[in-house]
């Protein structure tokens, strides 16, 4: 009789511990419904952005991915070529970003367009959508050396990015913008000589056509992940994204490319008796 209930005993706890489980389960099958993020957007300081950048100060892509190889990086990180500068200065290089990624994510809305509407009600209408789905909430995440990752509705004909609030991110420590997608206002962004690379000029405004998805999550951009606090370098050859746990390294070993590049091309620039310009100057 003690053996018979001592084993009644175990299985109501047995069936106590599986139910315990079950609901454990259910409770994270319900959280993994509601959304889950699996890769971490890390926090750096704002002096510890400052410390990396100094170390890429004057690094061109190609040698920042022959610092990604000697890494054993191979071919990660590169973006797709197609998303490209707006504009280049041969002279000064003033298109050049070298930054620290802070990201946002805008996906195509499902809402319906606004119809045909008299232009006070539209204007209505357009300023809720801006305010209630279509934010720019990264602008509060913009610091000295920051470089804004954008990653768009890609199909849609939108211009998230335009000529007055480009310069309003640049009056906050933006040092350039690339997006994925697409642009207005592009005459304006080159006359102000703003650095950003995007994919193709987009004309339409963002009521009606994109919504923000997430700030500061991890990204993709043509073809490369971008997770928040990576270094971003672009130049006339397109895009590459330093993972920033081997930024440090990636660097250190781009600025040994970099000298001996210049060294030697400053020997060649003489034998050819042609003036010296930036791109063999000291750095």
């Not at 000064?92 to 070298?98: G, L, Y």
């Not at 990624?101 to 300023?127: H, I």
């Not at 130049?235 to 600025?255: E, M, N, Q, T, W």
């Amino acid at each position: 009789m003690k053996g018979i209930k001592i084993t009644l005993f175990m299985c109501l706890i047995g069936i106590a511990v599986f139910s315990i489980s079950m609901g454990m389960q259910g409770d994270s099958m319900q959280e993994l419904r509601s959304g889950m993020n699996y890769i971490p957007s890390p926090v750096y300081t704002e002096q510890e952005d400052s410390e990396i950048l100094k170390l890429y100060d004057g690094l061109r892509v190609a040698d920042v991915s022959d610092g990604m190889d000697k890494c054993g990086l191979h071919s990660i990180g590169l973006v797709d070529p197609e998303i490209s500068p707006l504009w280049k200065d041969p002279e000064r290089f003033a298109h050049r970003i070298a930054g620290i990624a802070v990201t946002a994510r805008y996906v195509s809305t499902q809402r319906p367009p606004a119809g045909k509407m008299e232009p006070e009600q539209f204007d209505l209408w357009e300023g809720r959508f801006y305010t209630e789905y279509s934010s720019e909430p990264f602008a509060d995440l913009i610091r000295k050396g920051t470089v804004l990752v954008i990653d768009d509705a890609e199909t849609a004909d939108v211009g998230s990015i335009g000529s007055y609030n480009i310069m309003d991110w640049v009056s906050k420590g933006c040092v350039g913008v690339v997006t994925d997608a697409s642009a207005r206002d592009t005459d304006e962004i080159i006359t102000v000589k703003i650095p950003l690379y995007m994919r193709k000029p987009g004309r339409g405004i963002r009521p009606g056509r994109n919504e923000i998805e997430s700030v500061n999550r991890p990204v993709e951009i043509g073809g490369a992940l971008v997770i928040p606090g990576d270094v971003v370098i672009a130049d006339g050859d397109g895009i590459i994204v330093v993972p920033r746990k081997h930024a440090r390294d990636v660097a250190l070993f781009a600025r040994q490319v970099m000298e001996k590049d210049i060294e030697g091309r400053r020997e060649l620039y003489k034998k050819l008796g042609l003036p010296l310009d930036e791109s063999v100057k000291k750095k």
